[in-house]
């Protein structure tokens, strides 16, 4: 019965040591997942916080960006330009209209001859703007934009020809107006027109310097009345010139 004993004594020890080295390893594996958890917590809050200043700060990068379809301002598909005025609204070359926006009203106009508006160009208070074989200037005038056309009776374009204003810009103290074909000066009241011996896509001024861009032929630059071809430029040949800008010595074509 000792011996018994003895050995139910030895089984019962052995028994509780088994038990004690599970319950051990139970609570080392709880411990060990329950840091695991409290680790991977504190690097989703820290990942949440990083995308969330991150998002913060994108946003105080990136303008506030706004679509508006042609059921916002009821006019055409196609706009031609865009300038803003020095009453902070946008104007729109918006082909068969003449668009306003001020940030809260759109408003719609057209040209007495109905004609497509190809360009807008802002100077002081009035907005001048170039259509098919006619050009003037829109003037604010109690609340509603009033055009005044330069061009009426004039008798500048050619009966047979197919001129239409594709950019307005400022040159020397005068509003010049381009067609392909021809250029419009308008100074003190008076338009002088510069028949053009080439094509062009647009004019550029550079430097204090008026540049033509032709279809064809190269770049040349404009003096007075007379054309002067830059040869060094001769690669650009037969390629249509959209934009020319000039960033420090360097001199960039679009």
Not at 111 to 117: A, D, E, G, Q, R
Not at 193 to 208: C, E, G, K
Not at 209 to 217: C, D, F, G, V, W
Not at 238 to 254: L, P
């Amino acid at each position: 019965c000792k011996i018994l004993l003895m050995e139910s004594k030895f089984d019962a020890s052995i028994l509780e040591a088994f038990f004690l080295k599970y319950y051990l390893e139970i609570l080392k594996s709880l411990y060990l997942n329950v840091n695991s958890l409290i680790l991977k917590s504190k690097i989703y809050k820290t990942l949440f916080i990083f995308l969330i200043t991150i998002s913060s700060y994108a946003q105080a990068l990136l303008p506030f960006v706004e679509n508006y379809s042609k059921y916002n301002y009821q006019g055409d598909n196609q706009t031609w330009s865009v300038v803003q005025g020095n009453d902070a609204a946008m104007y729109f070359a918006n082909n068969h209209y003449f668009l306003r926006y001020d940030g809260v009203k759109w408003e719609k106009y057209s040209l007495p001859n109905k004609t497509i508006i190809r360009s807008v160009f802002v100077e002081e208070n009035k907005v001048f703007s170039g259509s098919y074989k006619e050009f003037g200037f829109w003037e604010r005038q109690k609340g509603k934009m009033v055009y005044t056309s330069i061009s009426k009776d004039k008798k500048l374009f050619n009966d047979n020809g197919n001129e239409e204003i594709w950019k307005i810009f400022e040159f020397n103290n005068a509003i010049y107006f381009q067609s392909f074909n021809e250029i419009y000066i308008y100074k003190n009241g008076k338009i002088e027109t510069i028949h053009l011996p080439f094509q062009i896509s647009y004019a550029f001024v550079v430097d204090n310097e008026l540049l033509l861009a032709t279809i064809k032929e190269g770049i040349y630059k404009l003096n007075g009345n007379s054309f002067e071809k830059i040869k060094s430029w001769n690669a650009l040949e037969n390629n249509v010139i959209h934009s020319i800008q000039k960033q420090g010595n360097s001199v960039y074509f679009f």
